[in-house]
């Protein structure tokens, strides 16, 4: 009996350390969720703050009037329902630079250089056949006594350049031709059917404005007249073109008003052709 209360004492040591055992995987396991779940919330993407809406870009008042002066100029009456600048509208490139003026010692040769042609054949009576045999035979002379007489006088002969025509360019020009002749007959085709009489009319008054002019002077003066408006309208015109615009302006009005009467009285009796052309 007296060996019974030693063996509870000693079966209580063990069941405390048994107890602290499982308390302390506890608190273990505790730790490693509540690390775990810490390092979970480090890892989880947090979310990102919404972007500040941008800030709305005012034009400023400058900006506003430039284009206000854009649209105002856009809408302004031109000649000939013209929208591109006058270079653009002569064709760009070399010829235009010719016409208005850029290079003035180019414009000048060439336009001097027709003035002599003109006065060369139809003031002095001088014939273009006569006029090309002639130079050429000058050319020809002044070269062969030249080629011949370099080795006398001790200076190099004449280079003379190889001029070889290329394919391409003759073939670009012949389809560029082509193409507009084919176009002109289409013109003169669907006037002649008598489904546009404005567009007819247009083309009677230039022609009688041509044979006037034909009548007046040859073909020779006529080229050299067109030549000469070419070098001086351009440029007069683009120094002075809001004002010639607004004198268009009025004119074409009172041409359309014109038109308005004509029509009434005249084309609009005119009995016009069919509409389209009739299938076979």
């Keep these: 009996m007296a060996e019974q209360p030693h063996a509870e004492g000693g079966a209580s040591p ?5 107890m602290e055992k499982l308390a302390d995987k506890l608190h273990v396991g505790g730790k490693d969720s509540s690390s775990s779940s810490d390092s979970d919330n480090d890892e989880r993407p947090r979310p990102s703050a919404p972007p500040a809406p941008a800030a709305e870009v005012k034009p400023s008042f400058s900006d506003s009037a430039a284009t206000a002066a854009a649209e105002a100029k856009a809408k302004v009456f031109r000649l000939f329902g013209r929208e591109q600048p006058i270079h653009k509208a002569l064709g760009g490139g070399k010829p235009a630079d010719v016409f208005l003026w850029r290079n003035r010692n180019i414009s000048a040769g060439v336009l001097g250089g027709a003035t002599a042609i003109w006065i060369l ?41 190889e001029v070889i025509i290329p394919e391409d360019l003759v073939v670009n020009i012949a389809l560029s031709t082509r193409y507009e002749i084919n176009r002109a007959f289409a013109n003169l085709r669907q006037i002649a059917l008598g489904r546009d009489i404005k567009k007819f009319v247009m083309v009677i008054a230039g022609l009688w404005l041509l044979s006037v002019l ?52 005249v084309l609009s009796k005119v009995p016009r052709g069919p509409a389209k052309d009739k299938k076979h």
């Design 121 to 161: 054949f139809e003031l002095l009576g001088y014939h273009l056949l006569t006029f090309v045999c002639h130079g050429l035979i000058f050319s020809l002379g002044v070269l062969f006594l030249w080629s011949n007489a370099s080795s006398f006088i001790n200076k190099s002969p004449p280079r003379i350049p």
């Design 14 to 18: 063990k069941h405390e350390t048994l």
């Design 214 to 265: 034909g009548s007046c002077c040859n073909f020779l003066t006529l080229v050299y007249i067109v030549f000469v408006v070419l070098h001086t309208v351009p440029v007069l015109y683009e120094k002075y073109e809001d004002q010639i615009d607004s004198y268009g302006e009025k004119g074409w009005v009172e041409i359309k008003k014109q038109y308005a009467v004509f029509d009434e009285k």
